[in-house]
């Protein structure tokens, strides 16, 4: 059975640094120098992997990388107060990288730049954005990316048994990726029955749970779960919801959707009454 595993995005990116930020890059020439604490101030998170990187064309740069399960209307604004916080504190050019590794909800649209103008003044981040079920499982086995080889499932053309029994074999060959295969068997999960992956894998998939990806995904499930019924009984007491209010929706918290559910169903729970789907969007702001 695979043993419980660090799988987290620093872990996964020190595997191969340089191939790594010449993927994210598109450089051939650049190499990661070292890897950076990304704590700054009262703000740290998992996902953030921050990479001191040279090129012969570029001097010292950072490569900021934020891998994200599944994309979130927040992200170009998180992306912007990272990349200045990271130019800030170590004084270098900051190339910043989103990888979201699961498709949003059909009610995002991904961007790779935040955008404001207040009074004039305006405020602008770009940044690469990398959707990894846009990626060719191919270039991970040819480059090759051993940071990528628990995500070959999800990857296009990785879906197939033949492709994830290839990615395992690459894990089980080295020491130091064979404890990845709880994450491989993780996303295999999300394009196989879980059958097959358990004869693929040899193991009981109760080491699923092991991983951190597991609990994120479960409680996305649930938020989306909250959010579907939530819009159902507006629907039935209001008719057609526009589709800028169920936008707003997004990323609420099950504790949020369930205080907003007993406003729309006031007269059983005591919530907030309300009589419109106007009165109702009034407090989502409360």
Same mark, same amino acid.
């Given at each position: 059975?695979?043993?419980?595993?660090?799988?987290?995005?620093?872990?996964?990116?020190?595997?191969?640094?340089?191939?790594?930020?010449?993927?994210?890059?598109?450089?051939?020439?650049?190499?990661?120098?070292?890897?950076?604490?990304?704590?700054?101030?009262?703000?740290?998170?998992?996902?953030?992997?921050?990479?001191?990187?040279?090129?012969?064309?570029?001097?010292?740069?950072?490569?900021?990388?934020?891998?994200?399960?599944?994309?979130?209307?927040?992200?170009?604004?998180?992306?912007?107060?990272?990349?200045?916080?990271?130019?800030?504190?170590?004084?270098?050019?900051?190339?910043?990288?989103?990888?979201?590794?699961?498709?949003?909800?059909?009610?995002?649209?991904?961007?790779?730049?935040?955008?404001?103008?207040?009074?004039?003044?305006?405020?602008?981040?770009?940044?690469?954005?990398?959707?990894?079920?846009?990626?060719? *499982? /191919?270039?991970?086995?040819?480059?090759?990316?051993? #940071? &990528?080889?628990? +995500? !070959?499932? =999800? @990857?296009?053309?990785?879906?197939?048994?033949?492709?994830?029994?290839?990615?395992?074999?690459?894990?089980?060959?080295?020491?130091?990726?064979?404890?990845?295969?709880?994450?491989?068997?993780?996303?295999?999960?999300?394009?196989?029955?879980?059958?097959?992956?358990?004869?693929?894998?040899?193991?009981?998939?109760?080491?699923?749970?092991?991983?951190?990806?597991?609990?994120?995904?479960?409680?996305?499930?649930?938020?989306?779960?909250?959010?579907?019924?939530?819009?159902?009984?507006?629907?039935?007491?209001?008719?057609?919801?526009?589709?800028?209010?169920?936008?707003?929706?997004?990323?609420?918290?099950?504790?949020?959707?369930?205080?907003?559910?007993?406003?729309?169903? *006031? /007269?059983?729970?005591?919530?907030?009454?309300?009589? #419109? &789907?106007?009165? +109702? !969007?009034? =407090? @989502?702001?409360?």
């Amino acid at each position: 059975m695979a043993k419980a595993a660090d799988i987290g995005s620093k872990r996964l990116i020190s595997l191969a640094p340089d191939a790594w930020v010449q993927w994210v890059t598109q450089c051939p020439e650049v190499v990661a120098k070292e890897i950076l604490g990304s704590e700054f101030q009262w703000i740290s998170r998992e996902t953030d992997v921050l990479v001191k990187a040279y090129s012969a064309s570029h001097g010292d740069f950072l490569v900021l990388n934020e891998l994200q399960l599944r994309y979130t209307a927040d992200m170009p604004l998180r992306m912007r107060a990272y990349a200045a916080l990271a130019q800030e504190r170590y004084r270098l050019p900051t190339y910043p990288v989103l990888v979201n590794i699961l498709p949003p909800p059909s009610t995002l649209t991904i961007v790779n730049s935040y955008e404001q103008e207040f009074l004039g003044l305006r405020a602008i981040q770009d940044y690469r954005v990398i959707n990894l079920w846009e990626i060719d *499982a /191919e270039i991970v086995f040819q480059q090759p990316l051993p #940071s &990528l080889l628990p +995500f !070959v499932p =999800i @990857l296009r053309g990785g879906g197939e048994a033949s492709v994830v029994q290839r990615a395992l074999q690459v894990l089980r060959a080295d020491a130091q990726l064979n404890q990845l295969e709880s994450l491989l068997a993780f996303f295999a999960s999300f394009v196989l029955d879980t059958a097959l992956v358990q004869q693929i894998m040899r193991w009981d998939m109760a080491v699923l749970r092991e991983s951190p990806w597991y609990q994120e995904i479960e409680q996305r499930g649930v938020q989306q779960g909250a959010r579907r019924q939530l819009i159902r009984v507006l629907q039935r007491r209001f008719g057609e919801i526009p589709h800028e209010v169920e936008v707003r929706f997004e990323g609420e918290s099950v504790e949020q959707l369930e205080s907003l559910m007993d406003s729309a169903l *006031a /007269e059983l729970t005591g919530g907030i009454a309300v009589n #419109s &789907l106007e009165e +109702f !969007v009034s =407090i @989502l702001s409360i």
